[in-house]
């Protein structure tokens, strides 16, 4: 019996795991996207607070993602078992370039055309939401790219604390000692991070040749 | 129709008192600036490159602040007003244009007419008026990005945004500078008629001479950051300032095109 076998024999089981895996990335990035850019936006013009948050989420970035899953558990309200764990974890991986990208993207926006509209009486609200924003748009979905493909990748260990996914196929493989099972999780997993690469890479290329 | 905007009301001045403004590292950009701009006319603000024009605009619409010194606008000063309502109220073109890219012609010079929210329909009516004003046919141009026109293109869209809004006052750095001759002399003509029908308080950059004699009630000229004279255009011609000499006789080196013109 070979991997694409097993998957179609379990299609149900690889159906609800994949539904759930994208449940996770997706509130993940939710979260990830609330926190991520407001605070980017708020710190454009904070040069130093900038500094210090960037290294602090750079910092998060480094920790392996089995040890951050295993800290949160016994932190209370957000820790224990289960999703709420791992969603808070995968948002905390998805932080860094979301809010990197949103201080480059915005900081990177021609100076020129930002006195432009400040000369035609625009107030700092329609500044950002009409100039800078739009402009910045192509980096921050960048960001949003490369956080929803480290998502992805990431969720399928949030199966080892519990929290679902295709992951749940992996670690099973693992412990059978079973190849196909593995593959059965690994490669709907890859097969999603090479989709929203590309969906994301095509709204991406959009908004650039806007 | 028109409503007046930010409560600047047609036929106001501009005043500059001592004003200096130097960067954050004590260099002085401009300095102990004093200078009328009285209703409806056209100042020409002459000078070299570097000598401190387009800083001496951004003063009056608080894009600067003055270090030293105080700015009246209709008689207020200009630390008393509200600086987005004051920009509202004073159209500006800028130097190298400074259009939206992520807007189409037709967005961009329906800004500010869009910021005081007037209806729809006068907008669009407005934008093809400007357009046209421009010489540049809304059919073809309208729906272009900025990133699709030459810069002349560019600068035309730039005067049309300034112009939209039709506020009492108006910034112009050098609006017609990267023009062809001819267009630039269709322009100048058309600004000129506008200018006097309109009764616009006018501050008009150039480093060009002629143009500052073809468009300025009076012309101002800077070196280095200072005003070395104020003339009336019938005067300026025989003024004995060295640094107006020095203009003077860039023009009579290039009265050979001037004729053809
Ligand atoms: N932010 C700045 N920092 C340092 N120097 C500046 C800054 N802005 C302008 N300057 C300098 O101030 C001087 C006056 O600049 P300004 O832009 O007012 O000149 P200008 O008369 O408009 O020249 P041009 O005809 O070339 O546009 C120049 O020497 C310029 O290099
Ligand atoms: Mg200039």
Redesign the pocket.
């Known amino acids: 019996m070979n991997w694409y076998d097993f998957l179609l024999r379990n299609r149900g089981e690889v159906l609800e795991r994949t539904a759930e895996h994208i449940g996770l990335v997706a509130a993940a990035m939710a979260i990830a996207l609330a926190i991520g850019l407001p605070l980017g936006i708020a710190l454009v013009r904070r040069v130093t607070l900038q500094r210090w948050v960037l290294a602090v989420a750079n910092v998060v970035q480094t920790i392996p993602s089995l040890a951050l899953f295993g800290f949160l558990i016994p932190v209370p309200w957000i820790g224990g078992v289960g999703a709420s764990t791992a969603i808070v974890a995968l948002a905390l991986y998805a932080l860094l370039p979301i809010l990197r990208n949103t201080c480059t993207g915005i900081t990177g926006v021609d100076a020129a055309v930002i006195e432009s509209a400040r000369g035609m009486g625009m107030t700092p609200q329609q500044v950002l939401w009409q100039v800078e924003l739009p402009l910045a748009a192509p980096v921050l979905l960048a960001g949003i790219r490369v956080a929803t493909v480290i998502s992805v990748g990431i969720t399928t260990i949030a199966a080892a604390i519990g929290a679902g996914g295709l992951g749940v196929f992996i670690f099973r493989g693992v412990a059978m000692v079973n190849n196909q099972v593995i593959l059965a999780g690994a490669i709907p997993a890859a097969l999603l991070a090479v989709l929203a690469d590309f969906g994301l890479g095509v709204v991406q290329r959009r908004l650039a040749t806007r | 129709m028109a409503q007046p905007i930010a409560g600047i009301q047609k036929g106001c001045a501009l005043e500059c008192r001592g004003v200096t403004y130097r960067?954050p590292s004590g260099?002085a950009?401009?300095s102990d600036l004093n200078l009328t701009v009285a209703r409806g006319e056209t100042l020409v603000l002459l000078?070299?490159?570097?000598?401190?024009?387009?800083?001496?605009l951004k003063l009056f619409n608080r894009l600067l602040e003055p270090s030293d010194g105080e700015i009246f606008i209709a008689g207020r000063p200009s630390s008393a007003w509200d600086p987005i309502q004051l920009r509202r109220g004073i159209g500006y073109v800028i130097?190298d244009a400074g259009l939206f890219p992520h807007w189409s012609v037709e967005r961009n010079v329906a800004l500010v007419p869009q910021l005081e929210h007037w209806p729809e329909e006068r907008i669009r009516a407005r934008v093809k008026e400007m357009l046209e004003l421009v010489g540049l046919p809304p059919a073809e141009f309208a729906t272009r990005r900025p990133s699709e026109l030459s810069g002349g293109q560019r600068q035309r869209v730039g005067v049309a945004r300034a112009l939209a809004a039709d506020q009492p006052i108006l910034l112009m750095?050098?609006p017609f500078g990267a023009l062809d001759p001819v267009t630039r002399a269709e322009l100048q003509r058309e600004f000129r008629v506008l200018a006097s029908r309109l009764e616009k308080t006018i501050v008009f950059?150039t480093?060009d001479v002629r143009e500052a004699l073809f468009l300025g009630t009076r012309i101002a000229l800077?070196a280095g950051?200072r005003l070395a004279g104020v003339h009336a255009r019938e005067e300026f011609l025989n003024a004995t300032e060295p640094e107006v000499r020095a203009f003077v006789a860039s023009l009579q080196l290039s009265r050979g095109d001037e004729e053809v013109r």
């Open positions: 960067l260099t950009l401009v000078g070299r490159s570097g000598s401190g024009k387009t800083t001496t130097q750095d050098e950059v480093h800077l950051g």
